[in-house]
């Protein structure tokens, strides 16, 4: 399948890794712009590939997709975009462009603890159990119908690391 993957970090590498493990044709990978000239994780892998990557700095403008990135996205022919933490908002045209749309990872379990930091607010909210939800994307932050739910329960001593680790 032809997937674009729209992303950032260590954990969008490692998908972006999985995904080529599992024989999927990543044909291009949309990720944030260097940072005090320093590429993401994500977007170095693919490089190393030789797979298209874009580094956009935001994908709208007053509301409104931005039409060279749009353009950029359309030619790659994506059947499926995989958002592994994405940190942007990404325009309706791109989330609903693939014939079998868009998901999203998210490290809670929906809709405990939407947003940023997920992982931070199980620990810092004591929850007794952590997890993973994939989900269809929306126009919503972390609103979309649930694909698949995994739950691990959070130990005394966890840590962020501990507990990314147990459910990645």
Same mark, same amino acid.
Not at 49 to 60: E, I, L
Not at 134 to 159: M, N, R, Y
């Given at each position: ?6 992303? %950032? $970090? ?10 080529? !493990?599992?024989? #999927? ?10 940072? +005090?000239?320093? &590429? ?5 892998? &693919? ?7 874009? !580094? ?7 509301? %409104?997709? *931005? ?6 996205? %359309? ?24 014939? #079998?749309?868009?998901?999203?990872? #998210?490290? $809670?379990?929906?809709?405990? #603890? ?18 993973? $939800?994939?989900?269809?994307?929306? /126009?919503?932050? +972390?609103?979309?119908?649930? *694909?698949? %739910? ?6 005394? /001593? /966890?840590?962020? $690391? ?7």
């Amino acid at each position: 399948m032809k997937i674009a993957v729209i992303g %950032q $970090s260590l954990f969008g590498q490692e998908v972006y890794c999985h995904l080529r !493990k599992e024989g #999927h044709e990543v044909v291009g990978v949309f990720t944030v712009p260097d940072k +005090d000239g320093k &590429a993401d994780p994500l977007g170095l892998e &693919a490089e190393k590939d030789g797979v298209p990557v874009f !580094k956009f700095s935001r994908w709208r403008a007053k509301g %409104q997709a *931005l039409p060279d990135v749009v353009a950029k996205y %359309q030619a790659l022919g994506a059947e499926l975009n995989v958002l592994p933490f994405c940190s942007q908002f990404i325009p309706m045209e791109i989330i609903n462009a693939p014939q #079998h749309g868009s998901i999203i990872y #998210h490290p $809670s379990l929906l809709p405990r #603890h939407r947003g940023a930091s997920a992982i931070n607010w199980t620990l810092i909210h004591g929850d007794k159990k952590g997890g993973f $939800s994939i989900f269809w994307a929306d /126009d919503g932050l +972390d609103t979309g119908d649930l *694909l698949l %739910q995994k739950e691990c329960e959070v130990l005394p /001593d /966890d840590t962020v $690391s501990t507990l990314y680790n147990r459910f990645l």
